[in-house]
């Protein structure tokens, strides 16, 4: 496009060139654009209010797949069990990265004379399930292991407690292990009579942050180093929750945990949180006086935010119901649930998942006095989408949950059969493949296609201004 003005004696021709500000409006639009898709990716899907209701799983039938989660492949889940001991149980689980799962718990001395007595026990499996290794550590005595995180050579560091023989006193206890499960160092933490380690997170900046229990009346949060050296420590004055997941680092290298902020009625859950030396910064409580509540499981969201699950034992109902939390970066209550019927329930953990929403998994005690694991997932704002039930006529405990990489869940406890003794079990949610390509075609178009695309019409809209210029410059000259 052309136009023509007089300048002088002489006409001259101009070409048209992007105004400066449409030029920077359509750049700002399109480096805006990959954050805008993301966000609305993200974003919880208009409901129709059809949620599946609560569903019951009996071993060897199918479970409907909920079409709100296309992500997950809810009717294929499968499980293994793994036995070592007369009593065996999974306390916490994590996904390796090589897709297969490490869990953390307990096991049984097998020597006769050591029969009531058990170790830390930690089991490394493939992404099928299959057992790769296992070992144990403790003294002689009561060890057992709450929580694990992988490190960056592909080995461990665990957290638990351990108490000797001479005395009914625990102590908090972290090994720290290669990739094959083999001894690296361990290390125990006597602070008073009755100490126990429930959650720990490797810190960004390096090392270790534990979460511990000290005489079940206050909480200590506790700095390590790479190699086990104690750092720095910070006491409050409020009952840690026995919880494992209830520990997380923040975007500013501070902590957040939970405990609870009344001692004495647990009328409220308390959520604190510290700078990255651990001194408080501000504490917020969740609950109400006529009621009773606990805290299992704590989440850093995709938003800076915090959500934590547990129960509320509530005076209409005379029992326990599972509890769901959501709050901002501040601590400030954006919502919460309750998921219950008549009977005792729970929830230990929790694990946000893709899309926003959250999953929590626990136990409902059955009319007959059998435990049942019980798994919600919800969508972004707590309602639900999942109500799952695995019923069998023995008791099932579910203690720790985790999301896949490929959009899937894990979650470990245990279970018992009567004569066989307690067992560890694996419960697996596959992913959907088909949703996890999807994603991967639209990061391909987010992190490549349209910063591209961006560069090329930057480099043209700059061409075709130069042109212009210059073609200006050679009709002004005589």
Same mark, same amino acid.
């Given at each position: 496009?052309?136009?023509?003005?007089?300048?002088?004696?002489?006409?001259?021709?101009?070409?048209?060139?992007?105004?400066?500000?449409?030029?920077?409006?359509?750049?700002?639009?399109?480096?805006?654009?990959?954050?805008?898709?993301?966000?609305?990716?993200?974003?919880?899907?208009?409901?129709?209010?059809?949620?599946?209701?609560?569903?019951?799983?009996?071993?060897?039938?199918?479970?409907?797949?909920?079409?709100?989660?296309?992500?997950?492949?809810?009717?294929?889940?499968?499980?293994?069990?793994?036995?070592?001991?007369?009593?065996?149980?999974?306390?916490?689980?994590?996904?390796?990265?090589?897709?297969?799962?490490?869990?953390?718990?307990?096991?049984?001395?097998?020597?006769?004379?050591?029969?009531?007595?058990?170790?830390?026990?930690?089991?490394?499996?493939?992404?099928?399930?299959?057992?790769?290794?296992?070992?144990?550590?403790?003294?002689?005595?009561?060890?057992?292991?709450?929580?694990?995180?992988?490190?960056?050579?592909?080995?461990?560091?665990?957290?638990?407690?351990?108490?000797?023989?001479?005395?009914?006193?625990?102590?908090?206890?972290?090994?720290?292990?290669?990739?094959?499960?083999?001894?690296?160092?361990?290390?125990?933490?006597?602070?008073?009579?009755?100490?126990?380690?429930?959650?720990?997170?490797?810190?960004?900046?390096?090392?270790?942050?534990?979460?511990?229990?000290?005489?079940?009346?206050?909480?200590?949060?506790?700095?390590?180093?790479?190699?086990?050296?104690?750092?720095?420590?910070?006491?409050?004055? /409020?009952?840690?929750?026995?919880?494992?997941? =209830? @520990? $997380?680092? +923040?975007? #500013? &290298?501070? *902590? !957040? %945990?939970?405990?609870?902020?009344?001692?004495?009625?647990?009328?409220?859950?308390?959520?604190?949180?510290?700078?990255?030396?651990?001194?408080?910064?501000?504490?917020?409580?969740?609950?109400? /006086?006529?009621?009773?509540?606990?805290?299992? =499981? @704590? $989440?850093? +969201?995709? #938003? &800076?935010? *915090? !959500? %934590?699950?547990?129960?509320?034992?509530?005076?209409?109902?005379?029992?326990?119901?599972?509890?769901?939390?959501?709050?901002?970066?501040?601590?400030?209550?954006?919502?919460?649930?309750?998921?219950?019927?008549?009977?005792?329930?729970?929830?230990?953990?929790?694990?946000?998942?893709? &899309?926003?929403?959250?999953?929590?998994?626990?136990?409902?005690?059955?009319?007959?006095?059998?435990?049942?694991?019980?798994?919600?997932?919800?969508?972004?704002?707590?309602?639900?989408?999942?109500?799952?039930?695995?019923?069998?006529?023995?008791?099932?405990?579910?203690?720790?949950?985790?999301?896949?990489?490929?959009?899937?869940?894990?979650?470990?406890?245990?279970?018992?059969?009567?004569?066989?003794?307690?067992?560890?079990?694996?419960?697996?949610?596959?992913?959907?493949?088909?949703?996890?390509?999807?994603?991967?075609?639209?990061?391909?178009?987010?992190?490549?296609?349209?910063?591209?695309?961006?560069?090329?019409?930057?480099?043209?809209?700059?061409?075709?201004?130069?042109?212009?210029?210059?073609?200006?410059?050679?009709?002004?000259?005589?």
């Amino acid at each position: 496009m052309t136009c023509s003005c007089m300048d002088g004696n002489r006409l001259v021709r101009k070409r048209f060139h992007p105004r400066p500000s449409f030029t920077i409006f359509i750049l700002v639009s399109l480096m805006l654009a990959p954050i805008w898709i993301q966000i609305s990716y993200e974003l919880p899907k208009t409901s129709n209010n059809n949620h599946p209701s609560s569903t019951e799983y009996h071993r060897g039938s199918s479970l409907e797949q909920p079409t709100n989660l296309e992500h997950m492949q809810i009717e294929k889940m499968w499980n293994r069990t793994y036995s070592r001991s007369m009593y065996d149980i999974g306390y916490g689980i994590i996904e390796c990265h090589d897709g297969g799962f490490a869990i953390i718990g307990a096991t049984q001395q097998t020597s006769m004379e050591m029969s009531h007595r058990y170790n830390l026990w930690l089991i490394r499996t493939d992404a099928s399930g299959n057992e790769r290794w296992n070992t144990s550590f403790g003294q002689i005595g009561y060890d057992g292991g709450y929580d694990l995180v992988e490190c960056p050579d592909g080995g461990f560091a665990l957290l638990g407690y351990s108490m000797n023989n001479q005395s009914d006193a625990s102590d908090i206890f972290v090994v720290r292990t290669d990739a094959q499960g083999g001894l690296l160092w361990h290390r125990i933490h006597q602070v008073t009579g009755s100490d126990s380690g429930y959650s720990i997170i490797r810190v960004r900046a390096g090392g270790f942050a534990v979460l511990c229990n000290l005489m079940f009346r206050e909480t200590y949060l506790l700095r390590i180093g790479e190699d086990g050296s104690w750092l720095w420590n910070q006491t409050f004055p /409020v009952p840690s929750l026995r919880t494992n997941k =209830g @520990l $997380v680092e +923040c975007p #500013d &290298g501070g *902590f !957040a %945990f939970i405990a609870s902020n009344d001692p004495l009625r647990w009328s409220s859950v308390g959520l604190f949180r510290t700078d990255a030396n651990g001194q408080m910064l501000w504490n917020r409580s969740f609950g109400d /006086v006529s009621d009773t509540y606990s805290g299992r =499981g @704590l $989440v850093l +969201c995709s #938003d &800076g935010g *915090f !959500a %934590f699950t547990g129960g509320i034992w509530t005076t209409n109902t005379n029992n326990w119901d599972i509890w769901l939390v959501r709050s901002d970066s501040q601590g400030t209550l954006l919502w919460d649930r309750s998921f219950g019927s008549l009977e005792y329930e729970i929830a230990y953990s929790i694990t946000q998942i893709q &899309g926003g929403g959250f999953a929590c998994t626990g136990i409902v005690e059955t009319a007959e006095g059998f435990h049942n694991i019980r798994l919600v997932i919800t969508d972004p704002l707590g309602e639900t989408l999942l109500d799952h039930r695995i019923v069998c006529y023995s008791n099932y405990r579910a203690y720790s949950i985790v999301e896949c990489k490929d959009g899937g869940l894990a979650f470990t406890g245990g279970f018992d059969e009567g004569d066989t003794g307690m067992n560890l079990i694996l419960f697996r949610i596959p992913g959907n493949p088909n949703s996890i390509l999807t994603n991967r075609v639209v990061w391909v178009i987010l992190v490549l296609l349209l910063p591209l695309m961006t560069s090329v019409l930057v480099v043209w809209i700059a061409l075709h201004f130069l042109r212009s210029k210059g073609k200006q410059k050679k009709a002004k000259s005589p």
